[in-house]
């Protein structure tokens, strides 16, 4: 079945330091992919989307390319923010329900 | 901008109870969703909802679970009979017609004693 792999933390990063969060998928065909953060005590907000192979999706600083031929979807920041602490989860949609598969997530610590 | 609500945002019941999530989706969405994070762990599909009927569950969403859109409104997910292992953070999501994107509710944390 479909699945994602995600880096695992904790990653803790100074500020203004550049972020890159590793995310792998297996799917059949062609996934949506996504990114959501959860920040303390909060639920899931959508960070950004890819849809097709190629895409880039961006929000906020963070950006990802949907690279089909890695089936990959890197989350990169260029300079990370105190306020960017939050925990981060890959995932992708599928099929007639478009179900999220989610991976484990990343808690992200960026320090002053 | 519209939301997702849900209440209430925690419930601590004793095993065996029944309990009922409630859910308010996105007035003008058409797809809802359950899904749940026992602490610290992955966040888990649970069930799909279209029109007035289950889409997809997955091997979770035994015969203890089942869900509900009484009104035009709401959207609830109960469990029958709770166990220990219900105790989990459960997010209700919803999409519009021809999206991709899920919005979240800010969950709701079941504690089972």
């Known amino acids: 079945g479909n699945s994602v792999t995600q880096m695992e933390g904790p990653v803790t990063l100074s500020e203004e330091a550049f972020l890159t969060i590793n995310c792998t998928y297996t799917?059949?065909?062609?996934?949506?992919l996504f990114w959501y953060v959860q920040y303390p005590g909060e639920g899931l907000q959508l960070l950004l989307k890819a849809t097709k192979a190629d895409d880039k999706g961006s929000n906020k600083g963070f950006e990802a390319t949907y690279r089909k031929e890695t089936t990959s979807f890197h989350l990169e920041k260029g300079s990370v923010q105190v306020s960017d602490s939050a925990v981060y989860f890959c995932?992708?949609?599928?099929?007639?329900?478009?179900?999220?598969?989610f991976g484990k997530g990343t808690k992200l610590t960026v320090n002053p | 901008e519209p939301e997702v609500t849900q209440t209430p945002s925690h419930q601590v019941t004793q095993m065996g109870q029944e309990v009922i999530l409630r859910c308010v989706p996105i007035s003008n969405h058409l797809y809802f969703y359950w899904y749940r994070q026992i602490l610290g762990q992955k966040v888990e599909f649970l069930v799909s909802f279209y029109n007035n009927e289950i889409s997809e569950k997955s091997e979770i969403f035994d015969d203890q679970f089942s869900v509900e859109r009484p009104d035009g409104s709401n959207f609830t997910l109960k469990i029958r009979s709770t166990k220990l292992e219900d105790s989990a953070m459960y997010f209700c999501a919803s999409r519009g017609q021809g999206a991709r994107t899920q919005y979240f509710g800010p969950g709701t944390r079941l504690t089972v004693l």
């Open positions: 995932a992708l949609s599928q099929g007639g329900s478009e179900k999220l598969v």
């Open positions: 799917a059949t065909g062609y996934p949506s």
